[in-house]
């Protein structure tokens, strides 16, 4: 006869979702994730207006979650939550929520880097998605943070690279402004790339050393190079739209698989992992897959409702952290920047 699972509630709110999962052990019995559509009107995230649309929306959220997974509350066994890094704002509603109801429930809290949960989300026990073995090679790449990290165990993390600059998701997103696309741009320039000739434009590949990555000098290039052929031909951007989306995406995507492909050959790693809000690009994962054929690597994708910032990542962390009794207590502070 098998023992009861342990139930824990996750709340992801380091930016503009407000996020709430049940976990069984390793599996997901519901993640509701509430979008902020606000933002769309000011091009990129207002942190005043994301702590307050997290007030608004984190008991709503998390009584949804309660209930689709049919437990009550006094049937969680701890309750974790996102520390860092992120808006500090948002992230301190979501911190506070938890302590408050660990207090009540007299249950164990549990504090979870964001970043960590991006890595680990591979481990949810999802049908039809293989799990990585110890030690793996993963990349996170995401609007704040562009990262090449060893894993060794749950716990033991290493960051081999990171960027030295800018995001990639940041690179994405103001090409895609440069171009008028509205926010968040990322996702059309994927978009519209699909339909385009990657090799149209050609655009330098910045030189960085080692496993670190740049971005700035790309995004100069991309918005020079607009600049410069708008004032020859004013209709250049909608003439040109797929590829100048698609010589973009390659460029960069040329980037993060020349630098994989370096951290394969320093750790002879072969397992490769994605996670981060940029993971759901489809071009990158298609990159990556075809990398097992060219590269011999193999590569675990995220399901793709867990490459966005949701709370289920948060749990499968928090899961584990709860298996060896890691847990916070109630003078754990929120934390904008935070290492692993």
């Given at each position: 006869m098998s023992s009861k699972p342990n139930y824990i509630l996750a709340i992801e709110s380091s930016c503009d979702d407000t996020s709430a999962a049940i976990m069984a052990?390793?599996?997901?019995?519901?993640?509701?994730?509430a979008r902020q559509e606000i933002h769309e009107e000011y091009g990129g995230v207002v942190p005043e207006l994301a702590s307050r649309a997290h007030?608004?929306?984190?008991?709503?959220?998390?009584?949804?979650?309660?209930?689709?997974?049919?437990?009550?509350?006094?049937q969680l066994s701890a309750i974790a939550f996102t520390q860092g890094p992120g808006l500090m704002g948002s992230l301190l509603v979501g911190g506070s929520f938890a302590k408050?109801?660990?207090?009540?429930?007299?249950?164990?809290?549990?504090?979870?880097?964001?970043?960590?949960?991006?890595?680990?989300?591979?481990?949810i026990d999802e049908e039809g998605y293989d799990k990585p073995e110890f030690p793996f090679l993963a990349m996170t790449i995401s609007g704040g943070h562009t990262q090449i990290v060893k894993v060794n165990s749950f716990f033991d993390l290493e960051i081999l690279g990171e960027t030295t600059d800018d995001a990639v998701g940041e690179a994405f997103d103001k090409s895609a402004k440069v171009l008028?696309?509205?926010?968040?741009?990322?996702?059309?320039?994927?978009?519209?790339?699909?339909?385009?000739?990657?090799?149209?434009f050609q655009f330098t590949k910045p030189k960085v050393d080692g496993l670190n990555f740049s971005f700035s000098g790309l995004k100069t290039q991309i918005l020079y190079f607009i600049q410069k052929n708008v004032a020859i031909n004013p209709n250049f951007i909608e003439e040109n739209k797929a590829d100048i989306c698609a010589s973009i995406q390659h460029t960069i995507i040329q980037i993060l698989i020349d630098k994989l492909r370096l951290a394969v050959k320093e750790t002879g790693i072969q397992q490769i992992v994605i996670g981060g809000g940029v993971s759901a690009n489809s071009g990158i994962r298609q990159a990556l897959k075809d990398g097992e054929k060219k590269y011999k690597w193999k590569a675990f994708i995220p399901k793709f409702e867990y490459t966005t910032d949701n709370a289920a990542m948060i749990g499968i962390v928090g899961y584990y952290r709860f298996k060896e009794s890691l847990f916070a207590d109630s003078s754990v502070v929120s934390k904008a920047r935070i290492e692993f």
């Open positions: 052990d390793n599996k997901v019995l519901s993640n509701i994730v007030q608004q929306n984190i008991v709503p959220v998390v009584d949804i979650a309660l209930k689709k997974a049919g437990i009550t509350k006094d408050s109801l660990s207090l009540a429930l007299d249950i164990p809290l549990v504090a979870v880097n964001h970043m960590h949960a991006h890595i680990l989300c591979h481990f008028g696309f509205p926010y968040p741009g990322g996702p059309l320039i994927d978009k519209y790339a699909k339909e385009g000739n990657p090799k149209a």
